[in-house]
């Protein structure tokens, strides 16, 4: 939790660490550089599109994590998930029923809940531009890929609302105009294979194209008992064509065509609870060699098709226009059983599908000699979408019970926004310093119709729509989110910078509301950060040091409290909590000689609700949870975490060419990744027994490869790779489900009650050790 006390502020630490930090490396920049210095490589500069337009890296003042072709290749990362195990500051585990969608979290923002389609997420994720808005099937292999920048804290002037935590660009390559043929293939263990093929053909008048298939599988790791699939297996295939049209003269057009299919079974989950109560029942800490019993596991089906059209016009030196214009469906339908690790049978089936159309206008340029430049722009985005739930449950221990839900949900958003940033050099300081203002106005509108029927051994106990019970709900709302940043050059090599912005997570309501409640919404969440940056090159140039220490203020939470004590999977969402997230992030790159790198990524987080009064009409309400011991206003702060926030994770690398021969040369690359421990829930606080429970344990993993890469002709490179991921074969759970709660709950019905706690958790083993071989040929 956030420590408040005198002298022990965390940003205060921060914020004294980056000036003790500053003081010393200043110095280092201005003095000599040590005598190996000249026996060392240079570090090549960055491209980024960070601020809408392109950029160097250490001159944009926004926390950035930015990976190019080689750098995924040299790590393994072939989609988002990891990216984000590359990424300190974001953490991750996949949905309960489905690998191919992700609960995503950075600096401790994110949504859990992603399989609601009236809810949003916290983290932009965003194609060439266009906004991806679904958590759904966002596993895509991330294939023809020029670079992946992640820009850490909101966004929320020039990428607008659900930014709260930060924002990921995932950049192809465009077409070049000339002929090019690339070829990966990949085997590994688990029965994986990936193809990747690409295309790009010679320039036909003012046009040019690529065309590129990706062809990816793998086995389940757990095995079925019975005939039908194993637990998670995975395949892909999509496609992709890109065209550019452009002349000598000042137009420019791009569009890109893909289209992809993902299928996927579901994890395999076990809980302690039940060994010794199923006969043949096991959990040993490592993923399950096979399920305890014989379960239907039908393949989940994914299928998405994007569009994406971006026309450029450079009217003058100082005037540039853009149109994007982008529509993306998808439809995906996934299944999973628990195999009892809730203590009764629990299958479900989801079926969500949503289409997407947005529209953004841009004016970029400079004004005033070059002295202030902007970007401005329009926006507007449309989105419809559904979602269908099927969920049995039945009992597996003495007693009858067999409780069949259903649900069906519709949803149409709307979302408007004009936005505007300059950045003003004032004629002082020999032009080192830098003032950014930013604003964004933002109009959303949101509607959403539920139908629902419970049956209890086939009779109906609860029906929507029905006389009197309201079974929709609409929601308008409008922010402004300004931003201001101050970035001051102390020489070519050295600068930082004070950022202060803001950004919202849209309003919405809860699909699983009780009976009645799915007229209730909630507003938008809202934070606020201070961010203080060092960007810098140490060495002449063979070390790039950047640091971020910052504080999050969040406003107007949206939290989730169970609204039935018979009933804990009824949920209601609500603005409800005050937050404040701490936190430091370090970025380092050193090649101290020649042909040998070494990586350094840190976060530290110090995350902690302020408030968190107990609401009216959920279980901690007495008049609805007779067990309750608390008030309906009282400070509940002690028993929530924050989720998704461990308070260490570190990256460290090394990348060492050691043998040079001939036109070839051989690399060992080595990764480790550590994490403390990470809560899956927000109800798990301090004061919550057995709180450990619904979190997953600190762990570290070691990554590598061997990559021997040569030119083996006038044009061509060939590239072959041997990887080994979770090199020591480390047994750790990649979901924990929470079981259980954060207070006391009495049944209406039995009287019969819970303690508050949770108890041993259904947990999903990550996969043990894998390896494989990936050759690359380039032409």
């Known amino acids: 939790m956030v420590d ?24 280092l920049l201005l003095g000599a550089a040590p005598s190996w210095a000249a026996a060392s490589a240079a570090i090549e500069e960055v491209v980024v599109t960070a601020e809408r337009r392109e950029g160097n890296l250490q001159e944009t003042p926004i926390a950035i994590t930015a990976m190019d072709a080689k750098t995924l290749l040299d790590r393994g990362i072939v989609d988002l998930e990891g990216v984000i195990k590359a990424t300190p500051s974001m953490s991750f585990t996949p949905y309960p029923p489905t690998v191919h969608t992700l609960t995503l979290y950075m600096r401790g ?5 992603v399989g609601q389609i009236t ?9 060439d531009g266009f906004y991806l808005s679904r958590g759904q099937l966002v596993t895509f292999d991330l294939a023809d890929v020029e670079r992946v920048e992640v820009l850490r804290g909101p966004q929320g002037t020039l990428y607008g609302r659900n930014t709260t935590g930060g924002a990921v660009n995932l950049i192809s390559r465009k077409p070049s105009g000339e002929f090019g043929f690339k070829q990966e293939l990949g085997i590994g263990s688990e029965g994986r294979l990936r193809s990747l093929s690409v295309v790009d053909l010679p320039r036909s008048g003012n046009l040019s194209a690529k065309l590129s298939y990706l062809a990816r599988e793998k086995d389940g790791y757990v095995r079925n008992r019975g005939s039908s699939n194993d637990f998670g297996e995975e395949e892909q295939a999509a496609g992709r064509v890109a065209l550019r049209w452009a002349n000598d003269g000042p137009f420019a057009a791009d569009y890109f065509f893909e289209k992809g299919d993902l299928d996927s079974t579901a994890l395999y989950y076990t809980s302690d609870g ?9 959990n040993s800490g490592k993923p399950e060699d096979v399920s305890y019993r014989a379960i239907d596991l039908p393949m989940g089906k994914g299928e998405f098709t994007g569009h994406g059209l971006t026309l450029s016009w450079e009217v003058s030196d100082a005037l540039t226009l853009r149109s994007l214009t982008g529509y993306r469906d998808i439809s995906t339908i996934y299944y999973q059983d628990y195999a009892e690790t809730f203590f009764v049978g629990f299958q479900s089936s989801d079926d969500i599908a949503s289409d997407q159309f947005s529209q953004e206008f841009q004016a970029l340029g400079t004004l005033f000699d070059g002295r202030v430049e ?3 722009g329009l926006y507007y985005f449309d989105e419809e979408g559904r979602h269908i739930q099927n969920t049995l449950i039945t009992n597996v221990f003495p007693g009858a019970l067999r409780l069949d839900k259903y649900r069906f949900v519709e949803m149409e958003s709307e979302s408007q926004a004009a936005f505007a940033q300059f950045t003003w050099t004032p004629p002082v300081l020999d032009d080192r310093l830098e003032l950014t203002f930013g604003g964004r106005y933002t109009k959303d509108e949101r509607k959403a119709d539920r139908e629902l029927l419970s049956e209890y051994f086939g009779y109906p106990i609860a029906r929507e729509p029905a006389p009197g019970l309201v079974s929709s709900n609409d929601l308008e709302s409008s922010e402004f989110n300004p931003s201001f940043t101050a970035n001051f050059a102390w020489n070519e090599d050295v600068s930082t910078y004070l950022r202060i912005a803001t950004g919202y997570k ?7 509301v009780d009976v009645g409640q799915f007229g209730v919404t909630f507003d938008p969440e809202k934070v606020t950060v201070y961010e203080l940056g060092l960007k810098s090159y140490l060495f002449d140039r063979t070390m790039r040091l950047n640091m971020a220490a910052f504080r999050s203020d969040y406003e107007d939470m949206q939290l989730f409290f169970n609204t039935s004590p018979g009933d804990m999977s009824v949920v209601l969402g609500m603005n409800a909590g005050k937050a404040t997230i701490d936190g430091i992030e370090v970025e380092a790159l050193w090649q101290p000689v020649d042909g040998l790198g070494l990586t350094l990524e840190y976060t530290y987080l110090d995350a902690g609700y302020d408030e968190v009064p107990a609401p009216a009409g959920t279980i901690f309400d007495p008049a609805v949870n007779t067990a309750s011991p608390y008030q309906v206003g009282e400070d509940v702060k002690q028993l929530f975490s924050t989720g998704y926030a461990p308070e260490n994770t570190l990256n460290v690398g090394a990348n060492w060419t050691f043998l040079q021969l001939g036109r070839g040369d051989l690399t060992a690359i080595l990764n480790y990744r550590w994490e403390d421990r990470t809560y899956h829930t927000s109800g798990a606080g301090p004061a919550v027994p057995n709180h450990e429970n619904a979190s997953r344990p600190s762990y570290g993993l070691w990554d590598g490869r061997l990559s021997w890469q040569s030119d083996i002709g006038e044009h061509s490179k060939l590239r072959v790779d041997l990887w080994g991921k979770n090199l020591a074969d480390r047994k750790w759970p990649l979901y924990v489900v929470a079981s ?16 508050a706690g949770y108890n041993p958790a259904p947990t999903a083993w990550a996969e043990r050790r894998s390896y494989g071989i990936n050759v690359v040929y380039e032409y």
């Open 374 to 376: 902007y970007v401005a």
């Open 740 to 755: 259980g709660g954060p207070v006391t709950v009495r049944d209406p019905v039995s009287g019969s009650v819970t303690p």
């Open 109 to 113: 923002s994110g949504v859990q809940d």
């Open 4 to 27: 408040h006390r005198p002298g022990q502020n965390p940003l205060a630490r921060s914020i004294r660490f980056a000036t003790v930090m500053l003081a010393g490396v200043c110095p």
């Open 274 to 282: 039940l060994v010794g109560l199923l006969p043949g029942y096991s």
């Open 119 to 127: 809810i949003d997420t916290a983290i932009g994720l965003y194609q």
């Open 506 to 512: 849209a309003g919405g309501s809860s699909e699983s």
